[in-house]
């Protein structure tokens, strides 16, 4: 039987592992795992729990270390603080900063590109000062019109706030205007050579045989090109590096090149579209960035968008490149997800067997893990492996405690009770929180319930079995011969239930499998992530009778 002295003791226990002050939830969390029989009246263990724990909360540090040290001296030990995880500081920043965020509109954000997303949010709200969102449209050919609006709702969801929207589409007369002055100084040339024999002259450090044309001669070529008098493939416009540089990339790089395909918001009026480091470059200085951080896999891009800085005595952004992540287990890449959206393969962006933002939010991920994972993971320039285990397990620290329980049975199987008279279960919706009230159900006699198969079958008859919050049992076949309606002290196996008048439910699962069984009834009503006990972290929609698996 549960005393106030055994209260005491988790209550002391708790104080001394929180610097002096007992968490109500958390003891009674320990006081139900310890003594299961106060499951049966837990209103009233609550009322004694909340009054030990304001009484030991009013003593002194001093005091609760000298009572636990003459009492439970067992409860010292060394005390492991959690580690402050903080980005580094910025170089040069004034009295604020401007950042970007740079997606290319090819589909909605995945788990990947939260990461650029929240490193840069964070930044801006430790200086203050702007965040752009840069829509990077200038490849009509890779356009899904889908990402306009979702990867504003998407960065939304993840607590990201966009100072300002720009879309490239809509700057294409700028990047003409910056083109025409590079031509014009002598730092830009169209080219007519075929892509296989331009990029073998650079790799042999020779010039392309237009690169000394004059740039009278170029710029009329580039009116010529912006007004439609060539086809495809005919000819680039190039910004003139070093034919030297170690890096045969950075040699001369084409900045615009012809696309016939229509853009889906400025259908055929523009045909010659700039690359991504001229637009980049450009963008970045008019925009005002102060300083860019991205993956490693832009250092090449870094390099050859210095040049039209250079060129324009533009002053340079502070940059930042992260190592590479690479996400295992993941479907990512957006042109395998278009490709299995129009197969049906996919149900959609969304679909849970994708790492999308929206598949992970329907799964019922909290943005705030990926807020924690990110900052924990920093900015290091090595390259590492995503761990979906830390990353659940942050999930969980952030859900559990507003997850309701329910029993979930799959491919159930009934059995009977011999119950005599009516039989009421009292069951807390979150053991360690019983602010959130219980779920009940009254049997009548002769009663029969669902089990899982895989719990029952595997028992030899006369064995004996709790079914969890409701009764200790002898299994003699199908049935249930009751044992005692209060948990007896023999330490049982105890196995989960849902009783008559129960929920069909599927669970889908992102391995592509769904798991078929029943819910208890009172689930009908409720919409979000549950723990379905014994089988893990469901994001639940009860009135549809559908779950979406999360996480164990």
Known sequence: MLTDADIRKIVLKNAYEHEGKAEVGSVMSRVLGSFPEARKDVSSISKRVSIIVNGINS?????????VSKEYPEFIVKVVRKQEHRLPDLRSVGKSVVMRLAPSPSGPLHIGHSRMAILNDEYVKRYGGELVLRIEDTNPENIDTIAYD???????????NVSRVVIQSDRMEIYYDQARSLINSGHAYICFCKQEEFRKLKLKSEACPHRNS????????FEKIIHGEYSR??????VKTDLNHPNPSIRDWIAFRIVDAPHPRTGRRYRFYPMMNFSVAVDDHLLGLTHVIRGKDHLNNTEKQKYIFAYNDWKLPEYYHYGLINIPDTVLKTSIIKKGIVNGDYSGWDDIRLGTLM?????????ETFRRY????GMREIDAEFSWDIFNSINKENVDKIAKRFFFVKNPVEIKLDNKSALLSKIPYHPGNPATDFREYELGSMASIFVDPADWDTLDDGKHIRIKDLCDVEKIGNEGKILS???????????????QGSLKFKIFKPDGT?????????????????QLERYGYVNVDGETGIGYFLHK
């Not at 003593?59 to 009572?67: A, L």
């Not at 493939?233 to 190039?238: D, E, F, I, M, R």
């Not at 990110?374 to 993971?377: A, D, K, L, Q, R």
């Not at 023999?490 to 849902?498: D, M, S």
Request: glycine content about 8%; charged content about 20%; proline content about 8%.
């Open 514 to 530: 769904v798991n078929e069984g029943v819910a208890e009834p009172l689930i009908s009503s409720y919409k979000g992530v549950a």
């Open 59 to 67: 003593m002194s540090w001093d005091e609760i270390v000298s009572i």
């Open 485 to 499: 309606i209060m948990p007896g002290k023999e330490k049982l196996k105890i196995i989960h239930w849902a009783p």
């Open 150 to 160: 979702q990867i504003p709702t998407d960065l939304q969801w993840l607590g990201v």
């Open 214 to 221: 004059k740039p009278q001669e170029n710029m009329e070529s």
């Open 374 to 377: 990110w900052i924990e993971s």
């Open 359 to 367: 598949a992970l939010k329907k799964r019922g991920y909290s943005p």
């Open 233 to 238: 493939g005919s000819a680039t416009l190039v």
